[in-house]
């Protein structure tokens, strides 16, 4: 069973930047296809974007595009979400997620990691 594990949270002030990490186990890591969202409470659940297995091909989505970048290091076995600019709409519970397929749902979601920005 895949589980994946976030880190990285924390209190920043607006204009700083964080990086979260992300590892898995129960699975080759240079296998899994990877992601983020954030969870807002009252809001839907955000999709920030992806990373294919190798990290050849990534996707944001396009209003954090410019500020959020995703990569993966498969030989330290850990994927990252490195925000820039941060502004106080960025507070939320960023969660890493899994898939064992190259394409559809994520099956595997974190606990979540949490980030607060203060303005």
């Known amino acids: 069973q895949v589980r994946v594990v976030e880190s990285g949270g924390g209190l920043v002030q607006a204009g700083d930047s964080l990086t979260l990490s992300c590892t898995a186990s129960g699975h080759p890591f240079e296998a899994l296809r990877m992601g983020w969202y954030r969870r807002i409470p009252g809001q839907e659940d955000k999709f920030i974007g992806s990373i294919n297995s190798s990290g050849a091909n990534t996707f944001v989505t396009e209003s954090l595009r410019g500020r959020f970048t995703i990569s993966r290091d498969n030989a330290k076995g850990t994927m990252f979400l490195q925000m820039n600019e941060l502004v106080s709409e960025d507070t939320a519970v960023y969660l890493c997620?899994?898939?064992?397929?190259?394409?559809?749902?994520?099956?595997?979601w974190g606990q979540g990691t949490r980030v607060t920005v203060s303005s």
């Open positions: 997620v899994a898939s064992e397929s190259a394409w559809g749902p994520f099956t595997t």
